[in-house]
């Protein structure tokens, strides 16, 4: 991919980012109908924080709200203000919301340990063993659909049901082109927006910025391929794209079949898991489109999943 294309994604990232920042925190008054609230946004504190020692790590996290618990977790570059702080305040009023900063992310400071997925998922596991909660939601986000797919590997004991947003459980998930764009990616490209300013207001070392870009993007440098393990996850899963997005339609579709979708309901019963392909949306555009995830997170997580076919 061109330098320049690279470079306008740098700069849509950065438009994104800061208008997702300045959003009127929203809140849901009926099902389905999502308005902002700036008082929302105001007053809400995470009833918990800190950090937990998992795997090497102190690990950044915040917890809001009660009731079931659901772990968010944040893509590449991200932090909870900059990925979560127009999501939190939508979920928390009906469950316990879990957020958590990544190794060299936010206030979560690298080690010498390399990145991984399967590192990152861990650090998962571990942090619910902290708050000494046995099974959780887990609500993954690009980088984080992939820190999520391994969390239902590794750990489907503690798994209740898991949602995607915009991830690949394969290398070539991606579009090739998108693909093509990881080893080009550079902390030049992302010099002056809110990744980097992010960055350097929560105490990390600014002449640090690049090894953490380099870091961070290593971990996609390398082929992986976990579908035969993805196909067999027992939890159900909800796999969110854009028709815009940076995903595969056919690397979506695969699973949801390998899931029991590609049946007509009404004859078979429905799937427990599903499949969303949302219109005029991008992978950064995913995360601005609270008026539409939000009910059907929702919907799912709250749903009996029954896959008996309606009655006429």
Not at 85 to 109: C, D, F, N, Y
Not at 130 to 137: C, E, P, T, V, W
Request: glycine share 10%; hydrophobic share 40%; with cysteine.
């Amino acid at each position: 991919m061109h330098k320049h294309l690279l470079s306008r994604i740098a700069l849509v990232l950065a438009i994104a980012l800061g208008v997702s920042c300045q959003q009127q925190a929203p809140r849901q008054k009926d099902k389905g109908t999502v308005t902002t609230d700036t008082a929302a946004k105001a007053s809400l504190k995470p009833g918990e924080s800190g950090y937990a020692e998992v795997n090497g790590l102190k690990m950044y996290y915040e917890v809001y709200g009660q009731g079931k618990p659901l772990v968010l977790i944040h893509g590449s570059f991200m932090t909870i203000p900059l990925n979560w702080s127009h999501i939190i305040p939508l979920l928390a009023p009906h469950r316990k919301v879990i957020v958590a900063e990544m190794q060299a992310h936010g206030r979560t400071r690298d080690t010498d340990r390399p990145m991984s997925y399967e590192g990152m998922a861990d650090d998962v596991s571990g942090l619910l063993q902290h708050l000494k909660i046995d099974s959780a939601d887990i609500l993954g986000y690009s980088m984080g659909g992939g820190v999520a797919f391994q969390f239902a590997i590794r750990h489907p004991g503690q798994l209740r049901r898991l949602i995607i947003l915009s991830g690949t459980y394969a290398h070539n998930g991606w579009w090739p082109d998108v693909e093509a764009s990881f080893g080009a990616m550079n902390a030049d490209m992302l010099k002056g927006t809110p990744i980097e300013q992010q960055y350097d207001s929560l105490g990390n070392d600014p002449a640090r910025f690049p090894d953490f870009i380099k870091k961070v993007m290593s971990i996609d440098l390398q082929p992986y391929d976990w579908t035969a393990a993805v196909k067999q996850i027992k939890a159900p899963l909800f796999m969110v794209i854009g028709d815009a997005d940076g995903v595969r339609y056919e690397h979506a579709i695969e699973l949801f079949k390998a899931k029991g979708g590609g049946k007509m309901g009404d004859l078979h019963g429905m799937p427990q898991s599903r499949l969303a392909i949302l219109p005029g949306t991008t992978h950064i555009g995913m995360m601005l489109h609270n008026n539409w995830l939000i009910p059907m997170i929702e919907d799912f997580l709250d749903s009996d999943l029954s896959t008996k076919p309606p009655m006429f």
